[in-house]
């Protein structure tokens, strides 16, 4: 089975207060886009990354992957205005041969590896694969009086990452039926055409770098791993 790998960068770094996209932010030295696709690139399962980007910033990504030694076929596309269309121009990209489709985030440096690949293998045999882990507090839903409605039943409740990983042709149905709609992420999209969503527990670790108090929680765990080495 042939895979091919996704990785949408084009989230800005407002809460940062940065002019930069967050994946431009440096984690312990490194731009954290970087640190995700030294991981990916890791993975004998996938033969290319399709990196998409912001067009703004397409040329700083270009300097940048341009000095790194990586091993497998690295393409940058530009993105668009919303998450759906960047991914949509990553399908694009892809080879028209790829069977299966890897998605991640490019603030999500810190993704387990040996999940990855898990994962992969995984989607051999299911039409959609989510890495996840179950939701630790108590959730529940507020009306908008800031009243609570109800307690949900946390049992049930998992928190969604990436990579989420798709055989190829169920993707682009999803996209060709629903164009580009706002979807909060991929698995969203397939489950409204009845694809039923297969979950691989993952771990805390692999965080998505949203705002500042993330990037201190990745540069300590990183830290931590690290030393453990």
């Known amino acids: 089975m042939k895979v091919q790998a996704i ?10 207060q ?8 440096e984690l312990s030295g490194q731009p954290i886009f970087q640190r995700s696709l030294n991981l990916l690139q890791k993975s004998s399962l996938i033969e ?6 912001p067009k703004e910033h397409k040329q700083t990504f270009e300097n940048i992957v341009r000095t790194l030694p990586f091993c497998k076929d690295i393409v940058i596309v530009e993105g668009g205005e919303t998450r759906s269309i960047s991914v949509n121009n990553g399908i ?10 890897l998605i991640h985030d490019g ?3 810190l993704v387990n590896l040996k999940l990855v690949d898990e994962a992969i293998k995984l989607s051999f045999e299911h039409p959609a694969v989510v890495l996840g882990v179950r939701v630790k507090p108590t959730i529940k839903k507020v009306d908008k009086q ?3 409605k ?3 039943d946390r049992s049930e409740l998992w928190e969604i990452q990436t990579p989420q990983i798709f055989q190829k042709n169920i993707l682009q149905e999803a996209y060709k039926k629903l164009g580009t709609e706002t979807f909060t992420d991929e698995a969203a999209l397939v489950e409204q055409i009845g694809v039923k969503v297969r979950v691989l527990e993952g771990d805390y670790q692999n965080l998505k770098i949203t705002t500042k108090e993330d990037l201190f929680m ?3 765990l990183l830290s931590f791993s690290e030393k453990k080495l």
């Open 48 to 53: 290319k990354i399709i990196l998409v980007v």
């Open 150 to 152: 109800e307690t949900l």
């Open 146 to 148: 800031g009243f609570v």
């Open 107 to 109: 603030v999500r440096p």
């Open 18 to 25: 940065s002019t930069l996209p967050k994946s431009l932010i």
């Open 7 to 16: 990785v949408p960068t084009a989230g800005q770094g407002k809460r940062f």
């Open 218 to 220: 990745a540069e300590a």
């Open 92 to 101: 694009k990209a892809l080879d028209q041969d790829t069977d299966i489709v």
